[in-house]
């Protein structure tokens, strides 16, 4: 039951966080202000009120047209913010995560480590959404979002260094900035910037961090099978372009490997073993 509840929670803390996702979307490529203006409607600017701003909820409320003009609500905003609020519920469920059946022989502070490492999961999700959004429509990654992700992957670090001490893998999450960062760093040199953006590369060295080095591989190498398989489609189909946006592609790649990077390392090194 409080699981329950606790699971309830975090969906609404994702949709919430989602709606200022939408937010972010529209007026970072813009270099808007993101917090001091009010919301209003793209179409009459009439300004909206707080029932009009319920993430979600509002828009189905509403079925999806201005309170005041009847204009359609771009159907970006509820689905970003159900995405959001599903990443979140995900980012604690995959990890087993069930308020009323903590492992009683597990320490307090490592459930605290737990439960912070899940948080910094879900924020990190929400960071590569929004990226995934503005480099699909802008082809650049905001140096803002990829700041976020590496303080991210510093709280990580440092909580781990708290918990572990030197019997943790802080060299393996040090690494892991590394570890793709200085090949797309040489590409991007190599290529002039051609091949791969300077917001990729650091993107996988922030998200790297983050993750360590073997987890960093697997979303580096998901990340690209996503994008050749997706982006020749989109090439056969709709005639889309040779320019690829890469960062939806490594967001995906990154969330593969956050959920489930853990077992894909496993099963390859069954092959090895
Ligand atoms: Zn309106």
């Known amino acids: 039951m409080v699981t329950i509840v606790f699971y309830i ?4 803390y ?8 939408n937010v ?30 319920f993430p979600l909820f509002s828009y189905i409320f509403l ?5 005041y003009c009847k204009a359609k609500i771009s159907k970006q905003y509820p689905i ?14 995959i990890e087993g995560f069930l308020v009323n059946d903590i492992d009683k022989s597990m320490d307090n502070i490592m459930i605290v480590y737990w439960f912070f490492t899940m948080l910094l999961s879900a924020i990190l999700c929400s960071v590569l959404l929004v990226i995934s959004v503005i480099d699909w ?12 992700i590496l303080i991210l992957g510093i709280l990580h670090l440092i909580a781990n260094i708290v918990v572990y001490g030197s019997d943790g893998n802080w060299a393996d999450l040090v690494a892991g900035f590394f570890i793709v960062s200085i090949p797309f760093t040489a590409i991007y040199y190599f290529s002039k910037g051609k091949a791969i953006g300077g917001g990729d590369v650091k993107l996988m060295a922030a998200a790297g961090l983050f993750l360590g080095w073997k987890l960093c591989l697997v979303a580096f190498f998901t990340g690209c099978l996503y994008g050749s398989i997706i982006h020749i489609a989109r ?5 889309e372009g ?3 946006a890469m960062g939806p592609y490594l967001a995906a790649g990154i969330i593969t490997s956050l959920w489930f990077g853990r077992h894909i390392v496993e099963w390859y090194a069954g092959f090895f073993s």
């Not at 929670?9 to 609404?12: A, D, E, I, S, V």
């Not at 970003?80 to 469920?93: D, M």
């Open 9 to 12: 929670f975090l969906f609404l």
């Open 14 to 21: 994702g949709i919430i966080i989602g709606s200022f996702l």
């Open 24 to 53: 972010c979307i529209l007026r970072v490529p813009l270099k808007e202000t993101i917090v001091l203006k009010r919301s209003h409607c793209m179409k009459c600017g009439h300004q909206l009120a707080w029932y009009d701003l």
């Open 63 to 67: 079925s999806g047209k201005c309170r």
């Open 80 to 93: 970003i913010e159900l995405i959001n609020g599903v990443f979140a519920v995900l980012c604690f469920l």
């Open 137 to 148: 429509r802008t082809f650049e990654i905001p140096l803002g979002a990829n700041i976020i």
């Open 235 to 239: 090439m056969k189909i709709s005639g």
């Open 242 to 244: 040779k320019q690829l």
